[in-house]
């Protein structure tokens, strides 16, 4: 069964903390994606990469950088947390481009900033 | 710039059909995707359509696709209590190949 792996469901941070939400996959992948979140937001785009080594920005990348040192791996770091980055994220996969099996989930991790 | 709009609720009484409505803005788009999400979950797909049919059906799910008003619709036959989730549309757009998506339309499922 292939699958997108969130290392964490829950997690509980301190304001500043330096945090490092981490993202596997085993569809031998191109493209993997971070997403925030939010009710009544919808899912907003954090970061994207197309290939090892590469990012792009998304629609709110403020506070957050990314890293894809290995194509199955994508991780999301928040480099000072605050209380605004309390949310529910979401890593993504998918083959280049997306076809009939458009993204692939992990099950999210919910984060909260204290 | 694109966006995908969808009714934030939806109520439905047990045993009826539901139907979720999604309008996008890119008539280019090879591929329409509906996700369903279960509390505190992520994203699962549900279905999707190719641009080039009008209708798709699988079991209980029927999605409707009507490229000229630019229009998708779920619908759901006899709802169940296990279809309580948020329902996501998605367009996939030709241009660069992301996915853009809708807010999400809230299935609430009364007795």
């Known amino acids: 069964d292939v699958k997108v792996t969130q290392s964490s469901r829950y997690l509980v941070k301190r304001t500043g903390e330096k945090v490092f939400l981490e993202c596997v996959q085993d569809?031998?992948?191109?493209?993997m994606f971070w997403y925030r979140q939010d009710p009544g937001l919808g899912l907003r785009l954090i970061y994207f990469s197309y290939d090892v080594k590469m990012k792009e920005k998304g629609d709110i990348p403020e506070g957050y950088s990314v890293s894809r040192e290995k194509k199955e791996r994508f991780s999301l770091i928040l480099e000072s947390a605050s209380t605004n980055q309390t949310s529910m994220y979401l890593c993504?996969?998918?083959?280049?481009?997306?076809?009939?099996?458009?993204?692939?989930f992990g099950s999210g991790t919910r984060l909260t900033v204290v | 710039g694109e966006d995908v709009e969808q009714s934030l609720f939806l109520s439905v009484r047990e045993g009826d059909s539901s139907v979720i409505n999604c309008t996008y803005t890119d008539s280019s788009s090879t591929y329409l995707y509906w996700y369903k999400q279960e509390p505190g979950a992520g994203l699962q797909l549900l279905t999707y359509?190719?641009?080039n049919m009008d209708m798709k059906q699988d079991q209980r799910l029927t999605v409707l696709l009507n490229k000229k008003d630019k229009h998708l619709s779920l619908r759901i036959a006899d709802t169940q209590t296990g279809d309580s989730a948020i329902y996501f549309c998605?367009?996939?757009?030709?241009?660069?190949?992301?996915?853009?998506w809708g807010a999400g339309t809230k299935l609430i499922i009364k007795p």
């Open positions: 998605a367009e996939r757009l030709d241009s660069n190949y992301q996915l853009i």
């Open positions: 993504a996969s998918s083959s280049r481009p997306p076809g009939a099996y458009g993204y692939t």
């Open positions: 569809m031998d992948h191109e493209n």
């Open positions: 359509i190719f641009s």
